[in-house]
């Protein structure tokens, strides 16, 4: 290899051509000077405080200077772990990761540079013995000649510097080593100064972090003294100091001013008293030493109990007790308490409140059953009485067929009471609410309510003044009032009870309607029936509205009567109240809305004066096969020409075929295809002023959905018998 003018060779490298003595002469001397220089620097830059990074920096640079070659790189050695610090030049892009990091294990030649102490040439990386994380190394910046020089301070391993040419073999002399082993001592000891400052300052900064944090903390002990004695002493709960005994007492040490009002005492009379003076709890001395042991643990103590003023009066209270120990002092415990009075009325009011829907949710899931198998009951029980009403007149007299037949149509007209009963309760019965003088209404019912409680039962009458009128459907105020009577004559002794009946006027405000589902504050109409029976234990009272419930004995009852006045008075707005204990009889109180207007007269029930007979054409459409065919007859038992269809469609194509003149539309409400409502309309349009009839077995939230329980709409209910059937058709021909 040749040195070229203007460039000194790699230090150490031999001419192979053999040189003139002099130029070799003058190429040292000029490299002892370059190298001088580059000491000379490097001690002077040493000299200055930098920090660690730029110190490391310019070892790098000037050690590869010093020897004239072409790349270096400095690691901190940290453990087992080659960290790189600083490269000159600056990093090629892509350089591998795990070069940044390297085990000491993998790189050997570092290991031996660090053992002995000295630095390890390798002057051609070519020739092998490189393990495949130093070939990485030396594959990643082109090395073909390396030195590694190890940087001892003392006896520690700081780091080593890998110095290298690119793409020319050196040989480096012993001169060359001898510079670097001075020149990494030198770097070596600046590195750990550097450390040892940076450490030092470091020290020095958190020892006077330290200082200036103790002196917040004392300064913020004093502010948190000073501030605990005034929340102490303004706290709205009642907070005590309680210092323990070794009799196990626990004695008032402190009080603020809201625990000295809430018992009644001053600061004076607390102080000194023992906690169990305040306790009306029943806190005994053995639980109060097993509370005072879980405080003194470090135990948070949370409880609730009675504390008792100084009149004797008590109320309760929460507690919340630990325990806090003062700085050469004996521990303590700082209590706080709470009066709980409104949160222990919330919790009653809460309970109650749930109680009611838990009671509602349970009536509601009863009604959706009932409501649910109306339908096809009714219609089963529409074709049992039709069928029983049209056999039963073509019977000779005293044939034995009439009593089986007047037992089989007691039997459906009692069920079809049950179904009544059921969607009264559900609040799915159809009605035909109207305005009603309540004490008309019940001044009518007194014939008929002495028979039915029995002449040996005192049936007393108390109406009152000015009432306004009530809009239910009248048959629910039969319901309503003769269940009532009913119930009480069960409950009074024959020959010594006694029922009254009274009504009145009230206002009920929001607090009373809070209480009760659907109700809004105003005027109401009261009805109360009161009994001198035997009364109801808290227990019964519990289930009293619920269906099936009774107290009665088998046989005497279906549980249903009760169940059904709370849906009938429910559905109407309104509520009902019991009042009852064991041997004090009972009274039921029922509010209805009041109503503004003139109610009309009460109906009096007259004798029948036979079936309204007609000759008029009627189109009969039903869906269930023996509705339909017993609904049939009994129209033209009634005289009347019918056209049956059992379906909507059917309807339509007999009217389209055949054009008959049609006076009246019967049809169901609910039905395949189409509702009776829809069937009704197509039908007026090119027959405008087409009277029609709607019937259903359904609940009145679905047969009201469908628009046939509106004002003006003629409806009946299944079952129904022939007279009504008659009736409700003169109602419609007029």
């Not at 053992?115 to 393990?131: F, I, Q």
């Not at 056999?391 to 009439?402: C, E, N």
């Not at 003769?482 to 009480?488: D, F």
Request: charged share 25%.
């Amino acid at each position: 290899m040749n040195d070229t003018p203007g460039h000194v060779s790699t230090p150490g490298l031999t001419s192979a051509s053999g040189e003139a003595a002099g130029e070799r002469a003058e190429a040292r001397l000029r490299l002892s000077e370059e190298r001088l220089r580059v000491l000379l620097q490097t001690s002077q830059a040493l000299a200055v405080p930098f920090d660690l990074e730029s110190i490391l920096q310019l070892i790098v640079d000037n050690a590869t200077r010093l020897l004239n070659l072409d790349t270096g790189a400095l690691y901190l050695v940290e453990a087992d772990t080659l960290m790189l610090a600083a490269t000159t030049p600056p990093l090629p892009p892509g350089f591998p990761e795990p070069l940044r990091h390297a085990a000491l294990a993998d790189h050997p030649h570092i290991g031996t540079a660090l053992a002995t102490g000295a630095p390890v040439r390798l002057e051609d990386a070519d020739a092998g013995g490189l393990t495949p994380a130093e070939r990485q190394a030396v594959d990643a910046r082109g090395l073909r000649s390396i030195l590694y020089v190890p940087l001892i301070a003392g006896t520690r391993a700081t780091g080593t510097l890998i110095l290298g040419s690119v793409g020319r073999q050196c040989a480096f002399s012993d001169e060359d080593i001898a510079v670097c082993k001075g020149f990494s001592g030198q770097a070596a000891q600046t590195i750990e100064n550097v450390r040892l400052y940076d450490s030092s300052q470091r020290m020095a900064a958190e020892l006077e972090r330290e200082v200036g944090e103790r002196r917040r903390t004392e300064e913020a002990l004093r502010a948190s003294e000073e501030m605990f004695r005034s929340l102490f002493q303004q706290a709205g709960d009642y907070a005590m100091v309680l210092e323990p005994q070794p009799d196990g007492r626990l004695l008032i040490a402190d009080a603020n001013e809201a625990a000295c009002l809430s018992h009644g005492f001053s600061r004076e009379e607390l102080l000194g008293r023992s906690i169990l003076d305040l306790d009306a709890g029943g806190l005994s001395e053995d639980q109060l030493a097993a509370l005072t042991a879980r405080a003194l643990s470090g135990g948070v103590l949370k409880f609730e109990t009675l504390h008792r003023r100084k009149d004797g009066t008590t109320f309760p209270v929460e507690v919340m007790a630990k325990a806090v120990r003062p700085p050469q002092a004996s521990p303590l415990i700082f209590s706080l308490e709470r009066d709980i009075t409104d949160r222990k009325r919330a919790a009653a009011e809460r309970e109650a409140l749930q109680a009611r829907l838990t009671h509602a949710d349970k009536m509601e899931s009863v009604g959706r059953l009932a409501g649910g198998v109306a339908h096809d009951f009714n219609n089963m029980i529409q074709a049992i009485l039709g069928t029983v009403a049209l056999v039963q007149p073509d019977l000779p007299a005293g044939s034995p067929l009439g009593e089986s037949l007047d037992e089989i149509r007691k039997a459906a007209e009692r069920s079809g009471d049950l179904t009544r009963q059921l969607l009264a309760f559900a609040r799915r019965q159809a009605i035909e609410p109207r305005l009603i003088d309540l004490n008309d209404a019940v001044e009518g019912m007194l014939k008929m309510l002495r028979r039915l409680i029995g002449e040996d039962i005192t049936l007393a009458w108390k109406p009152g003044n000015h009432l306004a009128a009530v809009k239910l459907d009248p048959s629910q105020l039969d319901q309503l009032v003769a269940n009532l009577c009913v119930n009480a004559r069960d409950a009074v002794d024959r020959g010594r009870g006694r029922i009254t009946i009274a009504t009145s006027m009230a206002r009920i405000g929001e607090a009373e309607c809070s209480e009760h589902e659907g109700m809004t504050p105003g005027d109401y109409v009261m009805l109360s029936v009161s009994d001198n029976g035997t009364g109801m234990d808290a227990e019964t009272q519990a289930h009293i509205f619920e269906p099936f419930f009774t107290t009665k004995d088998a046989g005497r009852g279906t549980g249903l009567g009760l169940a059904t006045i709370y849906g009938i008075v429910k559905q109407n707005g309104g509520c009902i109240q019991l009042q009852s204990s064991p041997g004090d009889g009972t009274t039921f109180r029922i509010a209805l809305p009041a109503h503004a207007g003139i109610a009309a007269g009460s109906a009096e029930t007259g004798a029948t004066t036979g079936l309204r007979r007609g000759h008029e054409t009627i189109l009969l459409v039903e869906d269930e096969a023996p509705v339909l065919r017993v609904a049939v007859m009994m129209l033209e038992r009634l005289g009347y020409r019918v056209l049956s269809a059992s379906a909507p469609a059917e309807a339509l194509r007999l009217v389209e075929d055949t054009a008959p003149a049609i006076d009246v539309l019967v049809t169901d409400v609910v039905m395949p295809e189409m509702t009776g409502r829809d069937l009704a309309a197509r039908l007026q349009r090119s027959r405008p002023g087409l009277r029609c009839l709607f019937m259903s077995g359904y609940t009145a939230d679905i047969v009201g959905a469908n628009g046939v329980l509106d004002a003006g709409v003629a409806f009946i209910q299944k079952p129904f018998s022939m007279e009504a059937l008659a009736a409700k058709l003169g109602e419609v021909l007029g």
